[in-house]
């Protein structure tokens, strides 16, 4: 029969909410198959895009159950994955039995719908504070800009202790619907990370605006009204203002995610990720940082530089 999942804490106390987690061992510690161990020292098991099964409860700091299902775990990010402390991306698949989380995760968010979630560790913070991501994420929640909700929370690996994590929303086509009310399966998502990468969809409606951005006069008022039917520019103007404010050192040439619904009117977004290097350094220049060479996001914002109401 169905393989029934139970975690019972006793004599515990918290004042965050409680994740358990629940897998064979083999399924993250395993030198051959396990997500979590070095395996191959050449080429890490963590850096692979390898998903195992996984039983995930949630658990508010009353104690009170809010949810119990079984899903999919992946190793998530890019460099903080070789750290000890791993980052986890979850996700609910009609394969595991349970195609969404149904719960408000989140308070202060009217979202009752998940189908994936990660726990993200600190960070790669040069200065560790373990909340300098999601601070800053707070910091710029009343601006036109996409940001993750975010709650700390303790996290137990098949009853060990595992450490504090931060549940935050994933950025992906399901994140993007659930905010924007839109299609998951009809958007172009894009991230520049030293390179353009595709996510979702494709890269063409993105390149033909740089293009024309690129080789017109955008003081032009012709050219920039139109470049305003092509990306949302209020977002685009909070966003630079953000970054650069919050001095995030790790940016521009990566750390970049955008977005637009696949219609005819869609419209360019952009999303903030990764702050962990922000606030770091008063002295750091992120103006003079825009304008290092060979940085495919620059050329973006120092041409629309050239409209005085953009300016």
Known sequence: GPIITQTYFINETTTVPVISLSTNPDNLFDDEIGIYSVGNISNPNFVQDWERPIHIEFFEPDGSSG??????????????????????????????????????????????????????????????????????????NNTNIDIMAFRPAKVYINSVYWGIYNIREKQNEDYLAAHHSIDSDNVDMLEIFG????IEGDSLHYTAMV????????????????????????????????????ANENWSGHNVKFWRPKTAKGRWRWILCDLDHAMNNSFYNMYEDLNKENNLYSPLFFKLLENENFK
């Not at 995760?105 to 990660?118: A, G, R, V, W, Y």
């Not at 390179?195 to 595709?198: E, F, G, Y």
């Open 67 to 140: 949810f119990s299902i079984d899903g999919g775990v992946k190793i998530s990010g890019y460099m903080i994955r070789g750290f000890a402390q791993k980052p986890f991306a979850l996700f609910t698949r009609p394969k595991y039995g349970d195609n969404k989380i149904d719960y408000q995760i989140f308070p202060d968010l009217p979202i009752t719908e998940f189908k994936s979630l990660t726990l993200r560790n600190g960070g790669d913070e040069p200065s560790p504070t373990r909340f300098r991501d999601v601070l800053c994420h707070g910091l710029v």
């Open 211 to 246: 293009d024309y951005i690129e080789n017109n006069d955008m003081n032009d008022p012709v050219h920039y009204e139109y470049i305003k039917t092509q990306m949302d520019m209020d977002n685009f103007i909070d966003y630079n203002i953000a970054e650069m404010y919050l």
């Open 195 to 198: 390179k353009l990468i595709v």
